[in-house]
């Protein structure tokens, strides 16, 4: 065994290093790409599915093992169908060369910041019953539904999200987008839930901040206007009746230890040119 591992390190050329690289650099980024999406829990189905298939086969189960791999085969077909918005999403990333992503990495400081103007300005809106929908990116990215606001991109701010929710004013109606320490866009239009399941109390604006949870790794916060209850949503669940500090924990959770782009952070982070 050792012999053949060090035979196989003797034939090694350095193409083959670069092809391994290569795979795994793609193999991470497609992790990265479909992590905490709903792309997970189908993936996990599908290779539940797969060992079955090679179990049935083992035991020569071949009714059993026939219509497995029937199975299998129309869900392969399936599979660019039911994973079209990904796909389609994921073509765009590396069209707009946005694949490998590298992007600067914010300081504690900098989330700190971040996070309590936003949890300020929540609060802020929810005494004034004002509705708002705010979407913090995370490794999945959102320019599909940023393309569908007004781009701002501007540094987050209490003052500019306080001016953005302003009832009767031109970007109030629809989510602000979050990308680190940036407001990409406001007036964005996110997708509802169908999950019948909610209460009825629950209208668009929470229903959009748990339809796009479902879709992305995202953390929503809506604020009601019609009780000024502060909530956040992650991974298609939302949680109500925040007060400031819980909310300044949970997102610090979110953002500060869970906020990973992809292989450019790890090099970045130990880059020798860091400052
Ligand atoms: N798909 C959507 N994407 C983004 N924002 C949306 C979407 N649907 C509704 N909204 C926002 O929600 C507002 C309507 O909120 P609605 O009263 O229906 O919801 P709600 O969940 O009951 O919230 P509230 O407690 O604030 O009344 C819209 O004016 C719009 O700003």
């Given amino acids: 065994m050792l012999n053949q591992i060090t035979a196989l390190f003797m034939t090694m050329r350095a193409w083959d290093i670069l092809d391994v690289l290569v795979v795994t650099l793609f193999l991470y980024n497609l992790y990265v790409l479909i992590k905490n999406t709903r792309a997970t829990a189908l993936l996990k189905g599908l290779l539940l599915l797969g060992l079955f298939t090679l179990l049935a086969g083992w035991l020569q189960l071949h009714a059993v093992s026939w219509i497995m791999e029937k199975l299998m085969t129309m869900i392969l077909v399936a599979l660019p169908v039911v994973f079209q918005p990904e796909l389609r999403r994921a073509l765009e990333q590396i069209g707009r060369g946005k694949f490998y992503v590298s992007s600067p990495i914010m300081t504690e400081q900098e989330w700190t910041n971040v ?18 929908l705010l979407v913090f990116e995370r490794t999945v990215g959102l320019d599909d539904y940023i393309d569908t606001g007004i781009r701002i991109e501007g540094l987050v701010s209490e003052e500019l999200l306080g001016n953005i929710f302003i009832v009767n004013t031109p970007l109030h109606d629809g989510a602000v987008i979050i990308r680190e320490n940036r407001i990409m866009a406001a007036g964005c239009l996110l997708p509802l839930t169908r999950d019948r399941s909610l209460s009825s109390e629950l209208g668009t604006r929470h229903r959009a901040a748990i ?4 879709q992305a790794d995202c953390v929503v916060l809506v604020v009601s206007e019609e009780t000024g209850t502060i909530s956040y949503t992650y991974g ?11 909310l300044r924990n949970r997102l610090r959770g979110f953002l500060m230890q869970g906020h990973r782009r992809g292989v450019s952070d790890v090099i970045q982070k130990w880059s020798p040119l860091k400052k």
Wanted: glycine share 12%; hydrophobic share 40%.
């Fill in 211 to 214: 339809g796009i949870s479902e």
């Fill in 115 to 132: 996070i309590d103007n936003v949890v300020d300005a929540a609060v802020e809106m929810g005494k004034k019953k004002i509705g708002a």
């Fill in 236 to 246: 298609g669940h939302i949680y109500r009746h925040m007060d400031a500090e819980t």
